[in-house]
């Protein structure tokens, strides 16, 4: 929207007269970044080789570091490696991608096919394709074309219209001309091209709030008269996380191999879709989920206050939904699970509350290091268990770690309520069927039964649905199937 009322306002002035247009800023980096991107189509293969890019498909090898998502609050980060392969078709809206790996307590084998009415979520561990309900190609491509520095081309030609040339920058010792672009879907990006070569060097975009993420581009070869780079190097806040190398490029290749269906897995009904917007579910009477989009809060009603449990994106929100049904009791406490970046985002929601936090002693630096005022903080810590009695309600917390996911990591549980909170260590699929046990969540079942907690009911800071204590005995029951992939 704020790019369409800069280009109406240039025009109007353009109407003004010739020297005035020239010198107002919104005209002047319209016209620069039209210069740049001819330039850049040309170094590309020319603008006709780019409009005939219709389809790519690309092996890779993944080498991938838990910049702030590892067991530990700080580096040296978890490594991991994943063999990956994507393909996509853009007169079709196809695309298909696949990996393989282990990371953060997961074993994982399979991808996403996106295929109008026949897309798939593809599960090889699992043995199960599961049909995906609405089916997003520009969301679930999006990774794809944000590490191919010819796709960002592409986009750039097709929507020059919405960019502007931000500046020079030196990168690397060279000077590089910076336009930005919108994609379908996501935060728009500023590119980095050389001067010299025209060639993409790196991008950036910001993700509130996590912060930046930027890729650097490197090692080009030409396929097909086309400019790919060869490695990919991601960074999260200036800190390593994702090394991708290219073996293998294929320009315009026939789409039929990657669109058919891989044999010997079970048709899954797809889940249903998780709500957009902020929805209040009262599990027990006086136990809320609150939360749309993956992430999750459960508030806890005592006598005189409420505790808090979950520290994921949008804890102000589900804290103004609470309040539609509790409205006179304070957020006492407000409980975080572990360390990871995406759990520490309600640190300051409970900040502005005046709440004490519950964490554990290791993880107090980040959490400090996170909030607005990290020195008057007021901190409680876990040691091995903790509880909170008030009204006759009881809310237990444990620490059980480790796991292979986190050193420490804090559940709640209410004995009374039998019902334990979770997050990272079950996932819990809306159409009910469970794929097998990963080692993170075998490890929650042991964790469960060394307390001798009676759990009937898990909930979890990123699904909205509950699941039973026989969902989990079932998860751990299966054993994957680690089916054979088409290999493409």
Known sequence: MKIRLMTAIATGLLLTGPALAEETIPLNAVNKANEVIDAVLEAYGGAEAITNLNAVARKNHFTTWGTF??????????ENQTENWGAINFETEQFRGYNKGKGGGFEFEGGQLINGEDSFALNFRGGTMTEIAAPDFDTTSGPFIRVTAPLLVKQLQERRQTSHWLGEAEFEGRTHD???????????????FDQETHLLSRSERVLPPFGQVDYRFKDYVTVDGIPFAD??????????????????????????????LPTGLERVAAAPQQPTEVELQEIEEGVFLVGANGTYVMFVEMDDHVVSVGGTAG??????????????KPIRYGVLTHHHNDHLV???????????????????????????NGAELKLQFVDGKAALNSGGRTVELYDIGPTPHSEHLVVAYLPDEKLLFEADHFPNPG???????????????????????????IIGA???????????????????????????
Do not use: C
């Open 69 to 78: 998502q590892s067991r530990q609050p700080g580096p040296p980060w978890d």
């Open 178 to 192: 910076i336009v930005t672009l919108v994609m379908e879907v996501g935060p728009a990006l500023s590119l980095y």
């Open 231 to 260: 490695t990919l190097e991601l960074y999260a806040n200036d800190q390593p996380n994702l090394i991708i190398k290219r073996y293998e490029t294929l320009v315009n290749p026939s789409f039929d191999p990657y669109v058919a």
């Open 315 to 328: 804890v102000p929100e589900r804290i103004k939904k609470l309040r539609e049904v509790v409205e006179d």
């Open 346 to 372: 309600g640190v300051t929601a409970y900040e502005d509350e005046g709440a004490t936090i519950f964490t554990v002693k290791d993880h107090e630096e980040v959490v400090r290091n996170t909030a607005q």
């Open 431 to 457: 159409n009910g069927r469970f794929p097998p046990a990963q080692p993170v969540t075998q490890r929650l079942a042991e964790a469960i039964a060394e307390r001798g907690l009676e759990v009937e009911t």
């Open 462 to 488: 990123h699904s909205p649905w509950q699941a039973s204590m026989q969902d989990l005995q079932a998860a751990l029951a299966l054993r994957p199937k680690n089916l054979v992939a088409s290999a493409q």
